[in-house]
């Protein structure tokens, strides 16, 4: 099934006028190490401006100043303060981890901290790094129906061992029935993967998306829209849609739909598609 626009004011619905950012989910996002902290500024900044309540980014202390310079509404947590990962873990409704969150020693520690602590109501985005370290440290997952992977199609075929000339719709959406998760396959015509239900996918993707931090503003964007609206497969499938939606609209005048200016037209484009 292919998914279009009547998706978005059926997902984004104006706000209430008696709500606070306690009403629009609160989100933690692993990412960042030394030396990919742009990443996790993507991630956390899409996420922040797609409409989420309260976002807290756990990385490198090296990331705090830049963080703090782009993204003043967000918190931050330093990777190594495990009390207060844990606090924030507890209270979280969405979790986004992986963007930039390399394989050293100190990302694997981190990372199966925080996956061993996943809570059954929680919506868990694996991206990135995050799918690698899942891969490497064989983590097993007591609630995949929550989770949602968003790798390209290197990374599916890295983490699953189909490769991609192989990878048609019947033989992911047969790995998707086994691993009983939910699967953004990012390609020149994404689709999107539910376990045991028919796939989706949209069209209105570009080439001027082909440059780097575009897969850390959808996830960051997917954690947004899950921490607000409540569906979750329409949900997933209006935050990949509006994502090259944006993108394709900036590429009508510019050769490269940069991230870092995607991101500023999330809250106008939300607004113009809202519905009632």
């Not at 989100?27 to 797609?50: E, H, P, Q, R």
């Amino acid at each position: 099934m292919e998914i279009t626009r009547e998706i978005l004011p059926e997902v984004i619905k104006r706000r209430k006028q008696k709500t606070h950012k306690g009403n629009y989910g609160r989100v933690v996002i692993l990412a960042g190490d030394n030396y990919m902290g742009g990443a996790a500024i993507l991630a956390t900044k899409a996420c922040v401006f797609s409409g989420a309540g309260l976002t807290t980014l756990i990385t490198s202390p090296k990331n705090f100043q830049p963080l703090h310079a782009h993204v003043p509404e967000s918190m931050v947590c330093d990777w190594t303060d495990f009390d207060t990962i844990q606090s924030l873990l507890s209270r979280a409704a969405i979790l986004l981890i992986g963007p930039g969150l390399g394989q050293t020693d100190q990302a694997k520690h981190v990372f199966q901290f925080c996956m061993e602590r996943i809570r059954p109501h929680q919506i868990v985005i694996l991206d990135g790094d995050g799918l690698s370290l899942f891969k490497d440290l064989h983590i097993s997952l007591s609630t995949p129906e929550n989770m949602i992977f968003t790798p390209h199609q290197q990374e599916f075929s890295s983490l699953t061992g189909l490769e991609i000339a192989e990878q048609t719709t019947p033989a992911v959406q047969k790995i998707v029935d086994e691993m009983k998760v939910h699967i953004v396959l990012k390609s020149s015509r994404t689709e999107i993967f539910h376990p045991h239900r028919p796939s989706s996918f949209i069209t209105n993707g570009t080439p001027a998306q082909a440059t780097g931090g575009m897969g850390d503003t959808l996830a960051g964007m997917i954690a947004g829209f899950h921490a607000q609206f409540k569906d979750p497969i329409q949900t997933l499938h209006a935050a990949v849609f509006l994502h090259s939606h944006i993108a394709s609209s900036i590429s009508r005048n510019e050769y490269v739909s940069l991230p870092s200016k995607m991101i500023l037209e999330i809250p106008a484009m939300m607004s113009h598609f809202e519905g009632n």
